[in-house]
Structure formats: C-alpha cells, structure tokens
C-alpha cells in the first residue's frame, strides 16, 4: 500500500468510526439512546457496513482473512465482542474496537486469538488498547503470540 492510499485509507477509516464509537466518555444511556432511536440505529448500521467493506477491500485486511480462513461474520463478531467488554475505547484518534478490524497485525491478534484461545477475549481487547496507545510497538502483538503459544 502506497503511502497516498494509507492516507486516504486512514482518513476514511477515522470518518466512519466517528459515526459508528459512541463519543469519548459517552455513557451507557448514550449508546442505548443510538439504538432506541430507529433513524440514529440505521446510520449507524449504514456506517458499520462500509466500514467493513472499506475493511474487505483493503488488501492487508482481505489477506489476513483468507489466511485465517475468516468472513465478514468474524470482523463484526470481533468489532461486537471488543465494544462489549468495555475495555476497549478511544485512544489516540482510534476507535479500538474498530480500528483493530482495519489493520493487518491487530486482526492477526484477533484471529489467533479466537481460534487459539491464547488469551482471553478480555485480555486481548486490554492488549489492543495497549497496541493502539503505543505502548506495544508495531510487531510487538505477533511477538505476544509467539510467547504464548
């Protein structure tokens, strides 16, 4: 990936994810409120759904699901499971839960993760805040699952 489509990739990535994460620091009323709400819970839905085709047809992303033999089901599952553990927000500009589907070396994590049950789902979203807050650096979560394999 050139470095023109990187941005491109990057800014599209940041756009959607405003739309689809709850506000930092919004509460659990705020969230309920998006999906009690019918056209606030389309939007959202609308977004997600680009967000991962913008996922699917990114060439890192398409090779790390052929290669872990993953689909469409498996990135929302791990999108789903990430928010739901409360663990995973906004850290630097990225949206854990998401951003960790978009990338090459964080779904890696995931799938091994999941098929492996190298570590639990809890530790895993702790590992990818802790990836996207740059305090494991680039390479450091393949480096975790070689340690715990």
């Known amino acids: 990936m050139g470095i023109i489509s990187s ?5 599209k990535i940041k756009k959607l994810q405003r739309k689809i994460a709850p506000k930092d620091g919004a509460t659990a009323a705020d969230v309920l409120a998006v999906f009690m709400d019918p056209s606030r819970r389309r939007k959202h839905e609308e977004a997600l759904k680009l ?9 890192n992303v398409a ?13 929302d599952t791990f999108f789903n499971d990430l928010a739901a ?8 500009g990225h949206y854990v839960p998401l951003s960790s589907i978009a990338y090459g070396e964080p779904l890696i994590f995931l799938a091994s993760v999941y098929k492996n049950e190298t ?3 809890a530790d895993a979203a702790y590992q990818l805040t802790l990836y996207w807050n740059c305090d494991i650096p680039n390479g450091g979560l393949i480096q975790l ?3 715990g394999s």
Do not use: H, P
């Not at 090779?63 to 990135?75: A, G, T």
């Not at 553990?85 to 630097?92: E, F």
């Open 85 to 92: 553990s409360g663990l995973a927000g906004w850290t630097k």
């Open 63 to 75: 090779f790390v699901m052929d290669q872990y033999d993953l689909n469409r089901s498996d990135l």
């Open 51 to 59: 967000y991962l085709d913008l996922c699917e047809s990114d060439d």
């Open 145 to 147: 699952l070689k340690e």
């Open 7 to 11: 941005v491109l990739k990057s800014s």
């Open 119 to 121: 570590y639990s789902k």
